[in-house]
């Protein structure tokens, strides 16, 4: 791995590999690194990113309304905060912190919406992808509450009677 500049905010520092063997570097490989001006250590996940947006990939195909950990993990792929995000989808920012701590569901239209952002991010904008996110956020709803439909006798059989 080459050096990696310290993630600490303000700090110039460089990383350099730590002894310590943690669950990370066993399980998953993930050296623990440790900052050779302000001592910070880290474990670096270059995967994380490509993950997270295989994820959002999955996750703006569901069925049902996305989850209040599925908005933040969206708005982390767009690379966006929590202002930022409330901005792109007209809402406020206390909407935006409301739906991601489980105060205030998602509405269908506004998760529409967010999976569109993520689809356009990650240049995913075939049909199929558009016509998942636009339906997604609505099958839940539809199957919760059936929708009646006022129905005309047929011709047939307003003759029959
Ligand atoms: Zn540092």
Known sequence: MPPTRCQEPGCAGTYTRHPEQSHLDTALGVPVLQCDTCGARSALLPAARA???????????????????????????????VAELAGELHVSREVVSQWENGKRPISPHKDALLRILVLVHLGRTGQADIEAALKGPFLEALAEQPYRLPVEPSEEATEAA
Do not use: H, P, S
């Not at 947006?53 to 966006?80: M, N, P, S």
């Open 51 to 81: 993950y997270a947006q295989d994820v959002a990939a999955l996750v703006v195909r569901k069925r049902g309304r996305v989850t209040r950990r599925e908005v933040k993990l969206l708005r982390q792929v767009l690379g966006l905060n």
